[in-house]
């Protein structure tokens, strides 16, 4: 089993930043995909970024593009997420989850593992 735990999630002001960290422990593989999705109260989880761990290729939604950074730490199995410029609107519980899968990245279906996930609040 892969277990991953998130942490750095907090209140900050709009125009602040923030980052988020992820561990992945247990069972590790030779590729896979790390992503970060959120969730809004009310709302329906979307996706905000991912990373290929073989390499260096990310993936970002529209929304966060330019604003947040995804990055990751091989020899600590950790997953970063910059989150810079935040506005109100970026207000969710971020999870974090691993697919052993290929693309796409952004759908939530195809991850097998998921952490607990940390809110952010971003007041206005």
């Known amino acids: 089993q892969v277990q991953p735990v998130e942490s750095g999630g907090g209140l900050v002001q709009a125009g602040g930043s923030l980052r988020l960290s992820c561990a992945a422990s247990g069972r590790t593989f030779s590729n896979y995909i790390m992503g970060w999705f959120r969730q809004a109260r009310g709302k329906e989880r979307e996706f905000v970024a991912a990373?290929?761990?073989?390499?260096?290729?990310?993936y970002y939604a529209d929304s966060v593009k330019g604003r947040f950074t995804i990055s990751k730490d091989s020899a600590k199995n950790t997953v970063y997420l910059q989150m810079d410029s935040l506005k109100p609107e970026d207000t969710a519980v971020y999870y974090c989850a691993i697919k052993i899968t290929g693309l796409p990245a952004n759908e939530d279906t195809t991850y097998a593992y998921w952490g607990q996930g940390t809110q952010v609040i971003v007041s206005s």
């Open positions: 990373i290929r761990w073989g390499g260096r290729i990310t």
